[in-house]
């Protein structure tokens, strides 16, 4: 290895490595009493004292087809920012954390601040720890311990991981790892041909598929949606008939209403069409949640918010399509397509909304063979070293990007505005200005493309002059524009042109007079059904928005009720 020695030999062989990096010796050996001490029996950890020697190092592990999970890099290593180190890591290990070490009392010094906002934003490193404390130093460890699950999860080699093996990558295939993330199941899927897949199938000797084999070792052959619920531990069926409160969706705005609903004492039933946590599992890391500095995935935030209504009391039933509601006297009464009803004293409406389809027909065919929608965390892997396009221009398409870029050798960011800031927020903008492997086409669409048996290319044309052009692309991931999942509903409840629910002062003057009051802001034409999140007219399309609508529905539910 380098010839600025490693201090410490690997204490595990095989696993994957832990790299420290530091010119200050004191320093290096804290960090790497910490790591020794909790992790040197599932990795191996090696401590370095000069970037160079770091990134000579790291080199030879790529090359000798090495792991390496976690690289923590001093602020300064031979005169130069610790960040350069860590951009480099990146083209070495797309999936390593990169984290840059600060001491104690440092961040409120203008200048590392605004170094670590800008690494940060130039995709140069992924967080910052500050030093680790005489031990035992728990924060330092949490963080750590967060730093290496989000490793395990992109490298899709996360606890309790599913197994999907099929013959194509799309049809019923596709479809079940939708379905499994949807849930916030951790997946990978192989083809029944790889290596990998055959494997798999050594163990499991059953044929028919696409084949699940469980974190438990059960083995499924071409399961329902409802059977992978059952098996995972999620309830399917409601517990009863009759409920204080019916919450239709289970993304981030019902979670919410699920949360304060039944912590409030309102005996809750939140159904979903799906699984857990909406539009939010397809988010690789949200960063604007408050509370959450380093990010968190859609899934884990989904996953934490169910435990927490869950453990007040509410009730849930998956995979349950809600198909229609009606008022019978003081009840709200919810059909659901498996059969049967729920009845509620109040119902809210927190459906959401997803993407809207392309249109083109020889896309459409590779749907889950190259082409996706919005499902940019759970595909990524998929796209090493490749050709990748994005078409949208909001911030999910630019948040998509970004993360792609992590594995493809260039993403094409298509958008059909003459400029990104048209949708996107200011400083996504800047994080796909500053990714040297993101290319922005603006004034342009897809129109058409094509493969066999996987995408293969793509037809691009510019609007200004209709000009076409055929593209080399080995996937394409589709996020243009919300559909509210609003058509189940009756006429009696308002919608917009698009049909997202009208709302409070947003209802027309009909309903305002058949109310005959003052409507509550979030309240839609129906007495005692209420609208959050995404679903909702002229609603801010963001994870806290629907997490503040969730719960300002509850207090909302109580005043009706009271009423
Ligand atoms: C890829 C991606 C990245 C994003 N990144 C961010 C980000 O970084 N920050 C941010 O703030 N926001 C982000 N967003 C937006 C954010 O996820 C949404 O604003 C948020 O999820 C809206 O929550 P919601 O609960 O209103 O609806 P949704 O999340 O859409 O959930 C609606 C739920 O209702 C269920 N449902 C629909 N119809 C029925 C029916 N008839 N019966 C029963 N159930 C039904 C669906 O299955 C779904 O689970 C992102 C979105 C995407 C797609």
Redesign the pocket.
Known sequence: MGDDRPTTTPSRAGGPWLIAVDDDPGQLCDVERELRNRYAHDYRVCCLRSGRAALTTLEELAAAGEQVALVLAGEVLSGAPGTGLLGEVRRLFPHAQRVLLVPWGRLGDPGTGDAIFEAIARGRMDHYLVRPSPPPDEQFHRAVSGFLLAWAEARRCAPHTIDVIGETWSGRAYELREVLG?CALPHRFSLAGSDEGRALLAGAGKRRFPLLVMPDGKVMEDPSDTDIARASGTTVEPDGDQYDLVI???????LSAGVYGASEGLRTLV????GLG???T??SS????LGFPRGVT?GDLARRAYEQAWIFGARFAFM???TDLRRERERIVVTLAHGGVVAGRAVVL?????YRRLGVEALEALHGAGVFY?A?ASEAPLVSGQEVYVVGGA??AG??ALHLARYARRVTLVVRAATLHAGMSHYLVRQVEATPNVEVRTGAEVVDGGGDGWLEHLVLRRRADGEEETVDAHALFL?IGARP?TE?LPPTVERDPDGFVMTGPDLSDDALRALGRRPMALETSVPGVLA????RHRSV????S?VGEGSIAIQLVHRLLAA
């Open positions: 949807r239709v969706g289970n993304g981030p705005a019902g159904v979903d069409s799906g909406g539009q939010a397809a988010s949200i960063r604007n949640y859609g349950q399509r809600v927190a459906t959401g909304a997803s919005g940019a911030n999910s948040q998509a996020m999942h189940w959050a999140g995404d679903v399309k963001r994870v806290a629907a």
